[in-house]
């Protein structure tokens, strides 16, 4: 068995509040995600596939804080397919745009630093 050496890069999970058009509703996001899930996405959204696109998302999207649908029920687990079966086409649209602006805060952060 070989021993890795080296730093080990930590997973980075965040909640995250949506816009005021969903006031209250959080969503827990693995904002460094590898790129393979993020492509599954792109190549899912390209071919229509959206069985390998509600995959991805599945591993991305870790929780909501309670959700609640217009009939008053929970909607299920953010990590299983009915959720995303669940949810508005509309809502799933700002989940990912979400999303995708939290994996795009780390390296603007950096960027942003000045050097010494």
């Known amino acids: 068995m070989v021993t890795a050496t080296g730093p080990q890069i930590q997973r980075r999970e965040k909640w995250v509040d ?6 209250g509703f959080k969503i827990k996001v ?7 899930l993020w492509s599954a996405i792109g190549q899912a959204a390209n ?19 309670g959700w609640l649908d217009f009939d008053g029920e929970p909607y299920p687990p953010a990590n299983t397919s ?22 795009g805060n780390l390296p603007n ?8």
């Open 18 to 23: 949506l816009p005021e058009e969903y006031a």
């Open 82 to 103: 009915e959720f995303w079966a669940a949810i508005p086409t509309e809502l799933a649209g700002v989940v990912f745009a979400l999303v995708q602006y939290e994996m």
């Open 30 to 36: 693995w904002v460094n995600a590898p790129t393979r």
């Open 47 to 65: 071919s229509g596939d959206e069985g390998a696109a509600q995959d991805a998302a599945q591993k991305i999207v870790l929780e909501h804080n």
């Open 109 to 116: 952060s950096i960027a942003a630093r000045k050097r010494r």
